[in-house]
């Protein structure tokens, strides 16, 4: 998977998965734009990583929910490198678990902007400046499949959304451009740290065939080779990575 000489982007790029797929791009070669939000000691250290193997990297902080913070992404990334190959859209949360029966508009609409309308404004943004076998690498979710668990119904929509989206755009952007996506299952995050109880992690894992969780580094292995040249008939998929949780 030799990416010498292309660009990509990471959204999300200061932790966990997104700042794995930022270091695997790296080491595979590629220039590296790295948006954060609100993770700039994880984003500062990877750009610090990078260059000191002799890669080259930026971070930038900015709202992916937000048209302008998208376009500064973009506009900085093109000024650096020249152009856009691969965005690996790694933003995303569930914001708080909420049951139906307690579901305002607001905490819907945010689901949906930080999971859905983000990727939208980014591959929008980033379109006119791929060419010809440039890649796009969603972060959809085992929930887009399954529904979620318990008050997560919101953002088990929002990855089925991107799941749709990213069949269509396949179609759309074809064959100048491939999208896929990923639906991780339980992966050693900060994002199961703050929502998923420990036990139901253990059980989780306990009863899946690998008996562990997965990590950031196996889920940015698959992005990057969805990313890569090596996948170039690969398109429109949503690739399960949960450790034979649930086969789609």
């Keep these: 998977m030799d990416l010498k000489g292309k660009t990509a982007i990471v959204t999300g790029g200061g932790r966990d998965i997104g700042r794995a797929c930022v270091l695997e791009l790296a080491a595979r070669g590629a220039n590296v ?28 902080q900015g709202d ?60 929008r943004e980033c379109l ?34 991107l799941m749709t989206l990213t069949r269509g755009l396949a179609k759309e952007l074809g064959p100048k451009i491939r999208v896929n996506s990923l639906c991780p299952g339980m992966i050693d995050t900060d994002f199961h740290n ?11 894992a306990n009863v899946s065939p690998v008996k562990r969780e997965g990590t950031s580094e196996d889920v940015a292995k698959l992005a990057v080779f969805l990313a890569s040249d090596d996948a170039a008939f690969i398109t429109g998929a949503n690739v399960d990575i949960n450790g034979g949780m649930l086969f789609s």
């Design 194 to 204: 703050i929502f998923t109880k420990p036990e139901v992690r253990t059980h989780v």
């Design 128 to 161: 006119p400046h791929m060419t010809e076998g440039s890649s796009i690498v969603g972060l959809a979710s085992q929930a887009g499949r399954d529904g979620g668990g318990p008050g997560a119904s919101a953002y088990g929509a929002s990855k089925g959304a």
């Design 33 to 60: 734009a790295i948006n954060y939000m609100a993770s700039s000691e994880g984003a500062d250290s990877a750009v610090a990583e990078i260059k000191a193997a002799g890669g080259n990297a930026f971070a930038l």
């Design 64 to 123: 992916m929910t937000k048209e302008a913070d998208v376009a500064a992404l973009v506009e900085k990334t093109v000024k650096e490198f020249g152009q856009v190959d691969t965005l690996v859209h790694v933003t995303g949360g569930l914001i708080a678990r909420v049951t139906m029966s307690e579901m305002t508009l607001d905490h819907w609409q945010s689901v949906m902007d930080v999971n859905l309308t983000s990727f939208v404004l980014m591959v």
